[in-house]
């Protein structure tokens, strides 16, 4: 009986382990300090695969760390898409992905780190929470229920206040977190235009992933 097809199968399935076996490396690195100063080698060896095995898969360190971050918001959008799944008020899912992102510091550490590393950076990106804030944006102006007119502007905005949330998480770890969320997921809402007294309810409304 032929064996190339089970034979590939096989060569396909390491291959995609090792990939995977240095992506998960450059994420734990990317979460525990953002350096990305460390050599190949050290980073096969976290992956616990050979040197020779980086280049068959990356043509340099930038490479890897570009897709260490891409697996990381992919999983990051991933979860947001769980915790909203059936809700389509563009304003209860902008304040519902502020405080899914707050909650995943404790279920979802290392994601938050890199976003803290280097969130900035991808701000702009087609993936993570960025993508579908974009879309909700888009649908808030379409529909009316945001005033704003100008969605990348209102991007960055709420980009920008998502990770200075997540950096004020960290400077005070006795304070409320949930609490703080919802309010910095109330000033969102304010400032994309939803009225004040709607926008301090929705940013405490349930969302179908809440324990609330």
Known sequence: MPTSAPTANRFEKRRA?????????ARQILAESGDTSASIQ???ERADVGFGSFYNHFESKADLFDAAVADALDEYGSVVDELLHGVEDPAERVAGGVRISVRLAGSHPEIVQ???????????????LAER?????????????????????????LGGSLLALLELGYARPD??????????AELML????????EAHDVARHPYPGSAN
């Open 133 to 157: 804030a974009l879309k909700d944006v888009e649908l808030g102006i379409a529909t009316g229920r945001f005033t704003v007119t100008d969605p990348i502007v209102a991007l960055s905005a």
């Open 175 to 184: 304070a409320d977190f949930e609490q703080t969320a919802q309010t910095m």
């Open 190 to 197: 304010r400032m994309l235009g939803v009225p004040a007294d």
């Open 114 to 128: 890199i976003l803290r590393h280097r969130g900035l950076a991808h701000i702009y990106t087609d993936r993570g």
């Open 17 to 25: 382990e090792t990939r995977q076996a240095l992506i998960r490396a």
């Open 42 to 44: 050290a980073i096969a």
